[in-house]
């Protein structure tokens, strides 16, 4: 059958069809849809699958390694910063190796389009010591996902596949195989000195694995392409660019290109001979220079490390085609693009986030320090809410380190932390604890909107329904807070401006007074969540009563709403009907009382 996938649908297609049948994963762009896209294949082809969207990423490599331990196929799929959360289990998952086949998929974002890091994680796989395969289009992550599951098998070693942003999100028509049950024969059989060794053991799995890769290395073969003189190493989705770039120039004569579908584990000499042959080279590759750093002798290459390759940012054609200018294989200068004037992101018109963070400024105003995380509510930055954002969870341990360091001293600025309630879940509970036990005053507010709204609206925890079964048992945030110990807890609808400023208030009086950390819940569904779409309050009309508008732009600069507009002829401001949901949450914004709803 032949089907129309991205780069991610097409990984869904080829784990499952290789026999995938344990797949776990958290939630980050650009690797969000491998899981929903593997949970629809499991309901079309009624195959016998676990599938989940796990608390964390450091759960999902355990979860998937203890099914790979018990002879199940199994994959775990993430961002990259994804992995920085799961390198612990992983390390070890490489060390004691796998059984019945364990493919860790990780999904870069060189850009960064939509991340905090532009890190590579084949990096990773090199430090854990494992083997790592690199598809260039979606036909290739489909394929290499099999392959990945059969090499993983083989050798009993986890095998990373790494895609980029643009091999996950670009489409391409895929022809593919039979996906049916083979039956599963589901074993753990107990080996102590394997899966609970001792450090005084573990020398012995680590030489295991080092054998592991000399084997692999051997197996792994390089693609030549092209005749030419020129001999250019690349890997990926360049090489993807690199082969466009030869036919638009028609360069089939003068590069010579080796295309290695694994960087890691490399067999140096192999690459030592053609460079040898060829006297130099030029290495071009997505990331760090990982295949770069592998050649022994770098005398006669040119890549990242020289600077003949940028040191950062995506290599997309044009920088690709400056590389080949500059080494004299073209004539090219890249032409002059008009940017359309930058938009910044924004909450979503009507996002219950929004109301939160206008009214947290208003309470605490510009001497407060405000901890933000991850999520979209890092946005809480256009309301002035948001001074630092992190890493998954930072935003309590930062309000805890900061109330810690004001203390020494005797400062005693208020610190607002804020926390999206999947976040909460995966990173943001065990530094709450460390804040109770420590007994550290700061303010949390857990923004919840019932789902991981950034990412494509997944589950979380707290929700009845998952990726594929749906009688999940919800977990409660406010019993978790309450068991940490924490004694002040309050729950409000995050539409309710007036009580949230109650709230807030009444929780500045609380850490003024007391030395432990006060918590609010401000929960609103998702604008765009059904239940969001259903539920949520809708006036007739919110509109701008032009008369009494002053033009003064207070509602955009404190409240932020897309749908609130400058009118460069009028001077004043309008609501865009277009992207409107009226929900008249921007009311309370006008000074001058000029924003009015239809009920
Ligand atoms: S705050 Fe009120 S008066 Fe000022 S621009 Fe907005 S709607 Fe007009
Ligand atoms: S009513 Fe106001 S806050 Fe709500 S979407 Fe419209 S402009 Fe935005």
Redesign the pocket.
Known sequence: MKLFLSGNEAIAFGLMEAGVRFLTAYPGTPSSEVLPAAAEIKKRFNLNAYIEWSVNEKVAIEEATAASFCNVPSACVMKQVGLNVGMDPFMNTALVGTVGGFVLVVADDPGPHSSQTEQDSRFMAFFAKTPVLEPSTPKEAYKFSKEALSLSKRYEIPVMLRTTTRVSHSREDIEIGNIEDSGLSVEFKKDRDRYAATPHFRFILHKRLNEKLEKIKIENEIEEHFNGDTLIITSGISFAYICDIVEEFGLENKVKVLRIKMPFPLDESKIQKYIDEYGSAIVIEEGYPLIEMQIVDRRDVKGRNDGTVPKEGELTVDVIKSIFAKSGLIDYKKEEVVKPPFKRPSLCPGCGHRSAFYIIRKTFGNRAVYTGDIGCYTLGLNLNAVDTVHCMGASVSFAFGFNKAFSLDKNSKPIVATIGDSTFFHSGITPLIDAVHNRSPFILVILDNSTVAMTGNQTTPANETGASEHNKKPVSIEKIVEAIGVEFLRIRDAYDIEGMKEDLEAAKGYIENNDLPAVLIFRHPCVYTKEGLESNIRFEDVY?EQD?????????KDFECPSLVYNEETN??FIDATTCIKCGQCVV????D??RVKR
């Open positions: 701008i009494k508008c002053t033009g003064c732009k207070v509602c955009i004043k401001v914004s006008c000074p001058f000029a924003i």
